[in-house]
């Protein structure tokens, strides 16, 4: 299960399986016993760590300032943004990694077929 639970969360459910009043003789009803505590695993959110320690926070260039087929600013030509650095929130769980590297790509794609003016992007 490794890859698709939380490493602590599976750890958790194997040592709650395993004292479960549910006995299990079979390897299959071992399975089926954890597999029905982490369908129905219920906790209780006590609180955050606070706005302080966000992973992500609102913020970033408009996409009404990018051509969404190139990921290109619409006001310099050659410049490419992506992920993070645009205003585009999402939730947990890998959300924003899909929309970096798909961003990234589409971006990576577009500037090797287009112009990169130097002087004008860096300033030299």
Do not use: P
């Amino acid at each position: 299960l490794t890859g698709l639970i939380n490493r602590k969360l599976l750890n958790l459910a194997l040592r709650m399986s395993n004292n479960s009043n549910l006995k299990a003789d079979s390897e299959e009803l071992k399975l089926k016993v954890l597999a029905g505590l982490l369908k129905n695993f219920e906790i209780e959110i006590s609180g955050t760590y606070g706005y302080e320690n966000a992973q992500v926070t609102t913020g970033g260039l408009s996409l009404d300032d990018i051509d969404h087929d190139t990921m290109e600013a619409k006001f310099c030509s050659g410049l490419y943004v992506v992920g993070e650095t645009l205003d585009v929130d999402g939730i947990c769980g890998g959300y924003n990694l899909q929309w970096a590297w798909t961003t990234g790509a589409v971006a990576g794609g577009s500037a090797a077929l287009g112009t990169f003016d130097k002087k004008r992007i860096l300033g030299e």
